[in-house]
């Protein structure tokens, strides 16, 4: 009797995950036959090797790509427009500034998540909504020229004498990254205040509300450098030569690849705490109301699978949340990064930002 | 028929009234000239009858057609009214050469190009231009520049010609030969002209009538000599005729017998005692006496005043003796040599019948057809 | 007024100028007025992202918050009043600077007997040509200081002298940077003026005995007085609304504008607060635009080209010359050839920073897409990449397009201002045709966009559509062709069209055969302007373009934010010699000049 039902559990264990994988295979080949049958599928997105990933899909599955690369505020103000004038041109976006695109597209009804097959077998699921294309780093980095060692143990230091007028940063007023990611400064501001103890052995004296925006109009304060693009910060630090380099602050770390064509001496510090940096998520979205939504479905899918990922693979920085995708060789595993890097809440970055952003405006005009 | 029929036309411009219900009948083929100072409203009504400006108010008739009325909201717009209209500045079109200029009318009202050849040397001929067809009218003297703006006009056939100051950017040689020919081509061609002038001997020596206007408002409106001897008003008195008419305040008195007495300054000169003359009687007048209609002598004579010599300018065939009578300075012409020293007493005497008077307002008193017929024959006799 | 009476007096009044003024005010009001209307509407709106700084509040609610916040909260400071002063700062010393050297060339030039006048004076015009933060960059490339990292600039690394902080970036530089970029205006305007006097007037001062100084304060100054206003008016307002250079030369020193907080918050979706600054600025811009008027007057001293001036009034430099003409060369090809210089440089080379000669390659030109080469982009040099191509096709187009169209448009404008002078629709026009010029391209952009994506009445959506950027393209720039078009016509004196009225023309036949031919090269000039900006416009497009629409300039923002340079410096060297070659055929061709092209 229990052999019986232990091998009808077992058949039926066998038949559902056969299904399963039918299921998938079945879903896949559905989609493919639908996306097939409709029109040329338009993509926006804030990475431009969008356009590598496009004439890949276009060659397998021989369905048209119109792929458009946009800043993240382009992108959101043009899904935006497009959106309110009825005009449904894009079908499927990759967006960055995740609580911006949360309070103005999603949550307004006009972007959808969509979990694809392949995301469903193979990416965990905390990952699923909103889906994760890729988490993207910044790092704190400085000239191994000038710096024969990690010259920082607290991002504290980055507000001594020391680092007076060193200190390099992408202009938060642009930036809208740096904004969500000095909430989460604010949000954890007590250990930012424990770091500041550890550090200087004694409590850290606030003349603003937290420790986060204390920290913020320190390295204002401190003679900061505000510079228009990451690119620029990664060649000011890591060119060779230079009697008293400058450090940059949050860029972005994929500029590390530069590294052997510009002859940088530039590397991250590993030691700086409590945190190495932040990460926050590249992400696919549907437009609700895509024309070709089939085929939006089957690139997201794609992306999604190892070789639809392919032309990310190259840059290091860059982190693909299926595990699937191999990492970029000679980078610590994601994991390690995760533990390092802070990342920040959507819903209270998105209530904070304003703060942020006049804090700052507050601190860089006087 | 070019009969101009001007009714009670009046244009403002904003709070300021340029023209002053003025009515006015220009008859078919007359020359008719607009004369006054800058600014009396003469190049408007110019432009009103052109079609340039709309008029405020009023009526305008060309022959038997309303071209324009506000109440009945008639308007023929400029350009079909067959009027032709030579600007002050002449406004040639400086990138066309002078075939070009001429020609520019019928070329747009599409004739064929023999018959506007044909036409345009025909009209350069007649004003001596016919060698100038290359150019441009910058290379052109202000005189050829002239005659081709007038040629434009002529070429195509207007019934009416406007003529807006056309002399007045010419030397004084010059301008005298142009009114001639003008004068010439307003018989030749027939059709009815109206001029616009400052210059008061052009209007006496082109014109059939003349409107003479001051502040947008119509003085008098008669043929050039009875405007020269019965002048409506003070502002036409003293206006035209050169040198200016001498005028003194005075007093209109009873006089002895069947005349009046005019008491100006030192003179006490006769007037008819027509009805009209007695109404203003003890009134103030103005008495207005035309340089030419004085006498003088080194003599005393009977019926002339004594005065003495102020100034003497010999102008060639006429002497202008300026006389101190009293309070009063008088200008007389002279003919003939008299041979004066300055401060040399001397007697002046009027010419009884062509004595003007005007009443306190500056409208004339009118002598009577007796006095008036005389004057204008012993006027004819001078010509 | 009976009935009749006034049918007839609608009749007269229906003519050409009438008309078109009607049609131009009502398109104006629509595609300016409106914006500005939205503007002011949005500055009492609550915003998603703005909602959380104003407790309880929804977005759509009505609110003064921004109102307060940007000018007497306790931050005001920092948010408006600081930005405000260095705003004001920079654009009024640009204006003067522009003037100094604008109008110090203008009467070298003109009034003396310098050499070289047509090479000189054609120079002298280049600077606008070019992008305004290709100045900024030679600036940086030449002038940093370690403050900056980076490879060495150049002056450090020819002499080793460090230059200070305060020189290498911040006011000084910006102020620099854009007054070299801007004084070609003052310069054009200033040598028109200054030609179009009449030597008589100077000559009986002079025979009256009056002294060179004399002269110049009471007969030059008075007449060239209006243009200088003019000068000030358009070079103050550029510097009101200039977002790149201040941020690039600005950002480390910290120094903010206000185009700064204009951008920040638009971007960072905070258009209240955004909308708020723009209309500042757009107000400040009027102001001055009010007083440009006051001192004019009624424009009627505009002096027509009669040939009269001679050139007898040359000044003779005497031993000055040699060295003034020196320094007056110098300066030129600075300002020209060294920004354009730098840019063709980075285009050229290899690894960025790297001056040697053996880094210097044509990949990024012409070379293959590679990974190894270069920076390693996968892109095909520029002039094998097809999408650039078409890119700069569709710039050229949208040049062409909207040059011909502002130079119609303003030369119909010029006709209907000069023909109904005084009038109150006539004052109206010519305000409502330059108000344009005094906003904010990233806030005309934004709302532009807002205003032509949905379908209104009977306009359609234009959204993404190339007529979209013609359209806003043209409002942009339509204040230099009108200024070109009423400087035109009023050269032409109404009688020449009321002869040709006379002999029975209609409007048609009018503007063909008397009008347009008299204008032609002013018509042409005035072309040029817009085609040299549309060409140049990045702030504008950018938001406006669709990936189908693409322009030269916003598709190298794909390289810039990537940070490959040499990339987008090829593109603008390219776009920088089409508009010269442009520029040099049309002069040739068709006698345009600059100058008429802003009125002057």
């Given at each position: 009797?229990?052999?019986?039902?232990?091998?009808?559990?077992?058949?039926?264990?066998?038949?559902?995950?056969?299904?399963?994988?039918?299921?998938?295979?079945?879903?896949l080949?559905?989609?493919?036959?639908?996306?097939?049958?409709?029109?040329?599928?338009?993509?926006?997105?804030?990475?431009?090797?969008?356009?590598?990933?496009?004439?890949?899909?276009?060659?397998?599955?021989?369905?048209?790509?119109?792929?458009?690369?946009?800043?993240?505020?382009?992108?959101?103000?043009?899904?935006?427009?497009?959106?309110?004038?009825?005009?449904?041109?894009?079908?499927?976006?990759?967006?960055?500034?995740?609580?911006?695109?949360?309070?103005?597209?999603?949550?307004?009804g006009?972007?959808?998540?969509?979990?694809?097959?392949?995301?469903?077998?193979?990416?965990?699921?905390?990952?699923?909504?909103?889906?994760?294309?890729?988490?993207?780093?910044?790092?704190?980095?400085?000239?191994?020229?000038?710096?024969?060692?990690?010259?920082?143990?607290?991002?504290?230091?980055?507000?001594?004498?020391?680092?007076?007028?060193?200190?390099?940063?992408?202009?938060?007023?642009?930036?809208?990254?740096?904004?969500?990611?000095?909430?989460?400064?604010?949000?954890?501001?007590?250990?930012l205040?424990?770091?500041?103890?550890?550090?200087?052995?004694?409590?850290?004296?606030?003349?603003?509300?937290?420790?986060?925006?204390?920290?913020?109009?320190?390295?204002?304060?401190?003679?900061?450098?505000?510079?228009?693009?990451?690119?620029?910060?990664?060649?000011?630090?890591?060119?060779?030569?230079?009697?008293n380099?400058?450090?940059?602050?949050?860029?972005?770390?994929?500029?590390?690849?530069?590294?052997?064509?510009?002859?940088?001496?530039?590397?991250?510090?590993?030691?700086?705490?409590?945190?190495?940096?932040?990460?926050?998520?590249?992400?696919?979205?549907?437009?609700?109301?895509?024309?070709?939504?089939?085929?939006?479905?089957?690139?997201?899918?794609?992306?999604?699978?190892?070789?639809?990922?392919?032309?990310?693979?190259?840059?290091v920085?860059?982190?693909?949340?299926?595990?699937?995708?191999?990492?970029?060789?000679?980078?610590?595993?994601?994991?390690?990064?995760?533990?390092?890097?802070?990342?920040?809440?959507?819903?209270?970055?998105?209530?904070?930002?304003?703060?942020?952003?006049?804090a700052?405006?507050?601190?860089?005009?006087? | 028929?070019?009969?101009?029929?001007?009714?009670?036309?009046?244009?403002?411009?904003?709070?300021?009234?340029?023209?002053?219900?003025?009515?006015?009948?220009?008859?078919?083929?007359?020359?008719?000239?607009l004369?006054?100072?800058?600014?009396?409203?003469?190049?408007?009504?110019?432009?009103?009858?052109?079609?340039?400006?709309?008029?405020?108010?009023?009526?305008?008739?060309?022959g038997?057609?309303?071209v324009?009325?506000?109440?009945?909201?008639?308007?023929?717009?400029?350009?079909?009214?067959?009027?032709?209209?030579?600007?002050?500045?002449?406004?040639?079109?400086?990138?066309?050469?002078?075939?070009?200029?001429?020609?520019?009318?019928?070329?747009?009202?599409?004739?064929?190009?023999?018959?506007?050849?044909?036409?345009?040397?025909?009209?350069?001929?007649?004003?001596?231009?016919?060698?100038?067809?290359?150019?441009?009218?910058?290379?052109?003297?202000?005189?050829?520049?002239?005659?081709?703006?007038?040629?434009?006009?002529?070429?195509?056939?207007?019934?009416?010609?406007?003529?807006?100051?056309?002399?007045?950017?010419?030397?004084?040689?010059?301008?005298?030969?142009?009114?001639?020919?003008?004068?010439?081509?307003?018989?030749?061609?027939?059709?009815?002209?109206?001029?616009?002038?400052?210059?008061?001997?052009?209007?006496?020596?082109?014109?059939?009538?003349?409107?003479?206007?001051?502040?947008?408002?119509?003085?008098?409106?008669?043929?050039?000599?009875?405007?020269?001897?019965?002048?409506?008003?003070?502002?036409?008195?003293?206006?035209?005729?050169?040198?200016?008419?001498?005028?003194?305040?005075?007093?209109?008195?009873?006089?002895?017998g069947?005349?009046?007495?005019?008491?100006?300054?030192?003179?006490?000169?006769?007037?008819?005692k027509?009805?009209?003359?007695?109404?203003?009687?003890?009134?103030?007048?103005?008495?207005?006496?035309?340089?030419?209609?004085?006498?003088?002598?080194?003599?005393?004579?009977?019926?002339?005043?004594?005065?003495?010599?102020?100034?003497?300018?010999?102008?060639?065939?006429e002497?202008?003796?300026?006389?101190?009578?009293?309070?009063?300075?008088?200008?007389?012409?002279?003919?003939?040599?008299?041979?004066?020293?300055?401060?040399?007493?001397?007697?002046?005497?009027v010419?009884?019948?062509?004595?003007?008077?005007?009443?306190?307002?500056?409208?004339?008193?009118?002598?009577?057809?007796?006095?008036?017929?005389?004057?204008?024959?012993?006027?004819?006799?001078?010509? | 007024?009976?009935?009749?009476?006034i049918?007839?007096?609608?009749?007269?009044?229906?003519?050409?100028?009438?008309?078109?003024?009607?049609?131009?005010?009502?398109?104006?009001?629509?595609?300016?007025?409106?914006?500005?209307?939205?503007?002011?509407?949005?500055?009492?709106?609550?915003?998603?992202?703005?909602?959380?700084?104003?407790?309880?509040?929804?977005?759509?609610?009505?609110?003064?918050?921004?109102?307060?916040r940007?000018?007497?909260?306790?931050?005001?400071?920092?948010?408006?009043?600081?930005?405000?002063?260095?705003?004001?700062?920079?654009?009024?010393?640009?204006?003067?600077?522009?003037?100094?050297?604008?109008?110090?060339?203008?009467?070298?030039?003109?009034?003396?007997?310098?050499?070289?006048?047509?090479?000189?004076?054609?120079?002298?015009?280049?600077?606008?040509?070019?992008?305004?933060?290709?100045?900024?960059?030679?600036?940086?490339?030449?002038?940093?200081?370690?403050?900056?990292?980076?490879?060495?600039?150049l002056?450090?690394?020819?002499?080793?002298?460090?230059?200070?902080?305060?020189?290498?970036?911040?006011?000084?530089?910006?102020?620099?940077?854009?007054?070299?970029?801007?004084?070609?205006?003052?310069?054009?305007?200033?040598?028109?003026?200054l030609?179009?006097?009449?030597?008589?007037?100077?000559?009986?001062?002079?025979?009256?005995?009056?002294?060179?100084?004399?002269?110049?304060?009471?007969?030059?100054?008075p007449?060239?007085?209006?243009?200088?206003?003019?000068?000030?008016?358009?070079?103050?307002?550029?510097?009101?609304?200039?977002?790149?250079t201040?941020?690039?030369?600005?950002?480390?020193?910290r120094?903010?504008?206000?185009?700064?907080?204009?951008?920040?918050?638009?971007?960072?979706?905070?258009?209240?607060?955004?909308?708020?600054?723009?209309?500042?600025?757009?107000?400040?811009?009027?102001?001055?635009?009010?007083?440009?008027?006051?001192?004019?007057?009624?424009?009627?001293?505009?002096?027509?080209?009669?040939?009269?001036?001679?050139?007898?009034?040359?000044?003779?430099?005497?031993?000055?010359?040699?060295?003034?003409?020196?320094?007056?060369?110098?300066?030129?090809?600075?300002?020209?050839?060294?920004?354009?210089?730098?840019?063709?440089?980075?285009?050229?080379?290899?690894?960025?920073?790297?001056y040697?000669?053996?880094?210097?390659?044509?990949?990024?030109?012409?070379?293959?897409?590679?990974?190894?080469?270069?920076?390693?982009?996968?892109?095909?040099?520029?002039?094998?990449?097809?999408?650039?191509?078409?890119?700069?096709?569709?710039?050229?187009?949208?040049?062409?397009?909207?040059?011909v169209?502002?130079?119609?448009?303003?030369?119909?404008?010029?006709?209907t201002?000069?023909?109904?002078?005084?009038?109150?629709?006539?004052?109206?026009?010519?305000?409502?045709?330059?108000?344009?010029?005094?906003?904010?391209?990233?806030?005309?952009?934004?709302?532009?966009?807002?205003?032509f994506?949905?379908?209104?009445?009977?306009?359609?959506?234009?959204?993404?559509?190339?007529?979209?950027?013609v359209?806003?393209?043209?409002?942009?720039?339509?204040?230099?062709?009108?200024?070109?078009?009423?400087?035109?016509?009023?050269?032409?004196?109404p009688?020449?069209?009321?002869?040709?009225?006379?002999?029975?023309?209609?409007?048609?036949?009018r503007?063909?055969?008397?009008?347009?031919?008299?204008?032609?090269?002013?018509?042409?000039?005035?072309?040029?302007?817009?085609?040299?900006?549309?060409?140049?416009?990045?702030?504008?497009?950018?938001?406006?373009?669709?990936?189908?629409?693409?322009?030269?300039?916003?598709?190298?923002?794909?390289?810039?934010?990537?940070?490959?340079?040499?990339?987008?410096?090829?593109?603008?060297?390219?776009?920088?010699?089409?508009?010269?070659?442009?520029?040099?055929?049309?002069?040739?061709?068709?006698?345009?000049?600059?100058?008429?092209?802003?009125?002057?």
């Amino acid at each position: 009797m229990l052999k019986k039902r232990i091998s009808l559990l077992l058949i039926a264990a066998l038949l559902v995950f056969a299904t399963a994988g039918l299921a998938y295979a079945e879903d896949l080949d559905e989609l493919i036959a639908a996306a097939q049958k409709e029109g040329k599928l338009v993509v926006y997105a804030t990475t431009s090797r969008i356009n590598l990933a496009a004439e890949a899909f276009q060659a397998k599955y021989g369905i048209e790509v119109e792929a458009h690369r946009l800043s993240e505020t382009e992108l959101i103000e043009r899904v935006y427009q497009e959106a309110r004038a009825g005009v449904n041109a894009v079908d499927i976006v990759l967006i960055e500034d995740y609580p911006s695109v949360k309070e103005l597209l999603i949550n307004t009804g006009y972007l959808v998540n969509y979990v694809p097959p392949v995301a469903k077998e193979y990416v965990p699921a905390e990952y699923h909504d909103p889906l994760v294309f890729a988490y993207i780093s910044r790092i704190i980095g400085y000239n191994t020229e000038a710096f024969e060692s990690d010259p920082f143990d607290s991002i504290w230091d980055l507000t001594t004498p020391e680092f007076r007028g060193r200190v390099m940063i992408r202009d938060l007023a642009i930036t809208g990254e740096h904004q969500n990611a000095f909430t989460e400064l604010i949000r954890r501001s007590d250990e930012l205040e424990a770091d500041y103890l550890r550090r200087f052995g004694e409590p850290l004296q606030l003349r603003e509300e937290n420790a986060g925006l204390e920290f913020l109009r320190r390295l204002v304060e401190n003679d900061i450098i505000l510079m228009t693009s990451d690119t620029r910060i990664a060649e000011a630090v890591g060119q060779k030569g230079q009697e008293n380099p400058p450090v940059g602050f949050f860029y972005v770390y994929s500029k590390h690849r530069d590294i052997p064509q510009k002859d940088l001496a530039l590397d991250y510090s590993s030691n700086i705490k409590p945190f190495l940096g932040y990460y926050y998520g590249m992400y696919i979205q549907l437009a609700a109301k895509a024309n070709n939504p089939n085929a939006a479905k089957l690139f997201a899918n794609y992306l999604m699978t190892p070789e639809g990922y392919e032309p990310w693979s190259s840059e290091v920085g860059f982190y693909s949340m299926n595990p699937e995708v191999p990492p970029y060789p000679g980078d610590m595993p994601w994991e390690w990064w995760k533990e390092r890097l802070w990342t920040y809440d959507p819903d209270f970055a998105i209530e904070h930002r304003g703060i942020v952003l006049d804090a700052w405006l507050r601190a860089v005009v006087n | 028929m070019a009969r101009i029929v001007l009714k009670n036309i009046t244009k403002k411009f904003g709070q300021v009234t340029a023209v002053d219900n003025l009515n006015l009948v220009i008859e078919d083929g007359s020359f008719a000239t607009l004369l006054g100072p800058s600014g009396c409203g003469k190049t408007t009504t110019l432009r009103m009858l052109a079609g340039l400006e709309d008029p405020t108010s009023g009526e305008i008739w060309i022959g038997d057609k309303c071209v324009f009325s506000s109440e009945k909201g008639h308007y023929v717009p400029p350009g079909k009214r067959e009027m032709g209209l030579v600007f002050q500045s002449y406004a040639l079109w400086p990138h066309l050469n002078v075939f070009d200029n001429i020609a520019f009318g019928h070329k747009i009202a599409k004739r064929p190009a023999q018959e506007i050849k044909e036409k345009v040397f025909e009209i350069a001929r007649v004003l001596q231009i016919h060698e100038l067809l290359d150019r441009y009218p910058s290379e052109l003297s202000g005189g050829q520049q002239q005659r081709v703006a007038i040629a434009r006009v002529l070429v195509m056939k207007p019934k009416v010609l406007l003529l807006d100051e056309p002399l007045s950017n010419l030397d004084s040689k010059l301008r005298m030969d142009m009114r001639a020919e003008l004068k010439r081509l307003h018989l030749e061609t027939g059709s009815t002209i109206v001029y616009v002038t400052h210059d008061q001997l052009e209007a006496l020596t082109m014109s059939s009538h003349v409107a003479v206007m001051d502040s947008g408002r119509l003085q008098q409106w008669a043929p050039p000599m009875e405007i020269y001897n019965a002048p409506a008003n003070v502002f036409t008195a003293d206006f035209i005729g050169n040198p200016r008419i001498n005028l003194v305040e005075g007093v209109l008195k009873a006089g002895s017998g069947e005349e009046l007495l005019i008491e100006a300054g030192e003179l006490r000169l006769p007037f008819p005692k027509t009805s009209e003359a007695q109404r203003y009687l003890n009134q103030k007048v103005t008495l207005g006496l035309r340089a030419e209609d004085m006498l003088l002598s080194k003599e005393p004579q009977d019926g002339f005043f004594k005065g003495t010599v102020y100034s003497v300018l010999p102008a060639g065939s006429e002497w202008y003796v300026k006389v101190q009578l009293g309070e009063e300075v008088l200008t007389v012409t002279i003919y003939s040599d008299l041979d004066l020293r300055l401060d040399e007493p001397i007697w002046l005497g009027v010419q009884k019948n062509k004595i003007k008077c005007f009443n306190q307002n500056g409208a004339a008193i009118s002598p009577g057809v007796h006095f008036q017929k005389e004057a204008a024959s012993a006027s004819e006799g001078a010509i | 007024m009976n009935l009749r009476a006034i049918s007839g007096k609608i009749r007269r009044n229906l003519n050409p100028q009438t008309i078109l003024s009607v049609i131009f005010i009502v398109i104006l009001g629509y595609v300016v007025v409106v914006p500005l209307g939205v503007m002011i509407q949005e500055t009492f709106t609550v915003h998603p992202m703005e909602r959380f700084q104003i407790p309880g509040s929804l977005p759509g609610d009505f609110t003064t918050h921004h109102w307060w916040r940007t000018f007497v909260s306790p931050s005001a400071y920092s948010f408006f009043y600081k930005p405000l002063i260095n705003t004001l700062i920079i654009s009024t010393s640009i204006a003067i600077v522009s003037l100094v050297i604008g109008g110090g060339l203008a009467w070298l030039i003109v009034r003396t007997d310098l050499p070289f006048k047509k090479f000189l004076s054609n120079l002298a015009t280049v600077p606008y040509i070019m992008p305004s933060w290709a100045m900024s960059l030679a600036w940086i490339t030449l002038f940093k200081n370690p403050r900056i990292g980076g490879s060495q600039g150049l002056f450090q690394y020819l002499t080793g002298i460090t230059l200070p902080d305060w020189f290498s970036y911040g006011l000084f530089p910006i102020i620099i940077c854009l007054s070299l970029h801007y004084f070609p205006f003052g310069f054009m305007l200033i040598a028109g003026a200054l030609r179009n006097i009449d030597s008589q007037l100077e000559e009986s001062a002079e025979l009256l005995g009056a002294s060179r100084a004399q002269i110049l304060r009471r007969i030059v100054f008075p007449i060239v007085m209006p243009v200088i206003f003019s000068t000030f008016l358009l070079t103050f307002s550029r510097g009101l609304g200039t977002f790149g250079t201040p941020s690039f030369l600005g950002g480390p020193v910290r120094t903010y504008v206000l185009s700064t907080m204009l951008h920040a918050n638009l971007v960072g979706q905070r258009p209240g607060i955004g909308y708020l600054v723009a209309l500042v600025m757009i107000l400040m811009g009027a102001l001055i635009l009010y007083m440009d008027h006051k001192m004019l007057g009624a424009r009627k001293s505009f002096v027509t080209i009669s040939g009269k001036s001679g050139r007898s009034g040359l000044t003779k430099l005497g031993k000055a010359k040699v060295p003034i003409t020196i320094i007056v060369t110098a300066f030129l090809l600075a300002v020209t050839v060294v920004p354009f210089t730098v840019l063709a440089l980075e285009s050229l080379m290899l690894i960025p920073g790297n001056y040697s000669l053996s880094n210097l390659s044509l990949h990024y030109w012409i070379g293959p897409p590679s990974q190894n080469i270069g920076v390693g982009s996968g892109e095909p040099g520029i002039l094998k990449n097809t999408a650039i191509l078409k890119a700069l096709g569709n710039s050229i187009k949208l040049g062409v397009v909207v040059s011909v169209i502002c130079g119609v448009a303003g030369m119909l404008i010029g006709y209907t201002v000069v023909r109904t002078r005084g009038t109150f629709f006539s004052k109206l026009l010519d305000q409502m045709a330059f108000l344009p010029y005094l906003m904010p391209s990233i806030a005309f952009g934004s709302i532009f966009l807002a205003l032509f994506a949905v379908q209104r009445g009977p306009i359609p959506s234009l959204y993404g559509t190339f007529t979209l950027l013609v359209i806003a393209c043209v409002v942009k720039y339509l204040p230099f062709s009108s200024r070109a078009g009423i400087g035109a016509m009023m050269q032409i004196g109404p009688e020449l069209e009321e002869a040709a009225t006379m002999a029975g023309a209609g409007w048609i036949t009018r503007m063909r055969k008397i009008i347009l031919p008299l204008q032609k090269s002013s018509f042409f000039s005035g072309l040029l302007l817009p085609f040299i900006s549309a060409m140049r416009e990045l702030s504008l497009v950018v938001l406006l373009v669709t990936p189908g629409t693409q322009v030269a300039t916003a598709i190298t923002l794909r390289y810039t934010d990537r940070g490959w340079y040499p990339y987008t410096n090829a593109v603008m060297v390219l776009i920088v010699l089409a508009v010269l070659v442009t520029t040099y055929i049309s002069r040739k061709l068709m006698g345009t000049d600059l100058a008429k092209g802003i009125g002057g």
